[in-house]
Structures are given as C-alpha cells and as structure tokens.
C-alpha cells in the first residue's frame, strides 16, 4: 500500500512562499498515475490545488495558477508544492493525495495532511 | 467550474437508522461514451485525511462496509448508509472528475441523534 507523507514549515511569513513536499513510500511515484495537492482551511471544506505526472506534466486550479508550482522528483521519489505570494487566507491543512488510474481520477490515497498558518 | 452542493448541510441520525446525504452538480456528470458517472464520495473522521468510500458514483472501494452505497445519474447523487454505525460519524464530501478542475461539495456533518 502506497504512502503519503507530507513535511514543510509549519509558519510561513505574509507575501512568502509557501513549499512543502511529499514523499512517497512503498510505491513508485513514476506510475502512470497523477499527484496532487489539496488544502483545508479551519473548519472549511475542500479545495484541489492542483496535480503532476511523473514526466513533469501539470494541471493547476485556475483560481490559484498564478501563485502555484508543482514539481517532481523522481529519485527521490517526491513531489513539492510551492505558493507565492500567501496570505492569512491560505492558512489551511494541506494535503498530499494520489489519482486514482487515469487523467480523470478520484483520490484513493492520501497523506495525513501538515498544518500550515500564515502570520507574521 | 463544476460547482457540487450537498445537503443537508448536517444531519442527526439514530444508531441502526438509514442516512442519506446529497449530492447535486450544476451539470451533468454523465459520459456517454463509457456510461459512467464521473463522481466519488469520501470519508473524513475529525483530525484524519478524507477516505474514499464510492468511485464512478456507485462502486464502492476495497474494504469500504457494504452499508455504505452511492446512487444517482447526471446531476443527482445520493450516499447512503442503510444502518448507522457510531463509526460513521464524520464529514461527507462528493467530488466531480468529468472536469479536470476536480472540485467538491462543501460536505454534509453525520452525527448521531
């Protein structure tokens, strides 16, 4: 069974980048398989940030696009998320989840999420 | 965007009972080609990630309780839980995959009455 683990800094100043990575254990991250990052907010549902495949390709939610970056690496086995530019506003759980087979997936697997505030 | 909105927004049901939560998608959800329903449903107890219980609207994942069963075509989806459990209590989230900009319910709060 594929595992999930998701590390970074759990406090990250007002207008800096957020980065955190996953890595993936028991599994290999280069399946034919997408990769993705979703978030949390306190007490708030939901949100896809977006995803990546093992040979680089990305797909991001629009809303965040400009601000989101999402990279692979696949001798470690991990993919990371970077944010720019954050705000009070993106303080959340975020988590890292894998797609189920195809380009449109559920997430069958995820990590147990890292807590993330943004304040100064 | 594909917008997902579930309700009840919270929901009290006795132990043994039934429970059923909602799912609507302002549109349909439905691929012709392969007949399926391009929705999930998910699982998430406090302090835990979300689990996915139902995929393609309606097949329920490996070890997922037969108690738990996903219904519905289109725009309208239904998760039920024909006999609750005190495990059970959690959020529910539905979440569309026929658009690539995935997005969820904003979830439905199961307690026990």
């Known amino acids: 069974q594929v595992l999930l683990q998701e590390s970074g800094p759990g406090l990250v100043q007002p207008s800096g980048t957020l980065s955190l990575t996953c890595d993936v254990s028991?599994?290999?991250?280069?399946?034919?398989?997408?990769w993705s990052w979703v978030r949390q907010p306190p007490g708030k549902g939901l949100e896809w940030i977006g995803e990546i495949y093992h040979t680089g390709t990305t797909n991001y939610n629009p809303s965040l696009k400009s601000r989101v970056s999402i990279s692979v690496d696949t001798s470690k086995n991990q993919f990371s998320l970077q944010l720019s530019s954050v705000t009070a506003a993106d303080t959340a759980v975020y988590f890292c989840a894998r797609g189920s087979f195809g380009d449109y997936h559920a997430f069958d697997i995820w990590g147990q999420g890292t807590v993330v505030t943004v304040s100064s | 965007d594909i917008v997902m909105t579930q309700f009840p927004d919270s929901l009290a049901v006795s132990l043994g009972e039934r429970a059923t939560i909602n799912c609507k998608s302002n549109q349909s959800l439905f691929y012709s080609s392969n007949n399926q329903n391009y929705l999930a449903w998910y699982q998430q107890k406090r302090g835990q990630p979300p689990k996915l219980l139902i995929n393609?609207?309606?097949t329920r994942e490996s070890g997922v309780p037969d108690r738990f069963s996903g219904s519905g075509s289109g725009t309208d989806f239904t998760l039920t839980i024909s006999s609750l459990q005190a495990e059970d209590v959690a959020v529910y989230y539905c979440q569309q995959f026929y658009s690539r900009l995935f997005t969820f319910g904003q979830g439905t709060k199961l307690e026990i009455k």
């Open positions: 393609w609207a309606s």
């Open positions: 028991d599994g290999s991250i280069s399946s034919p398989i997408w």
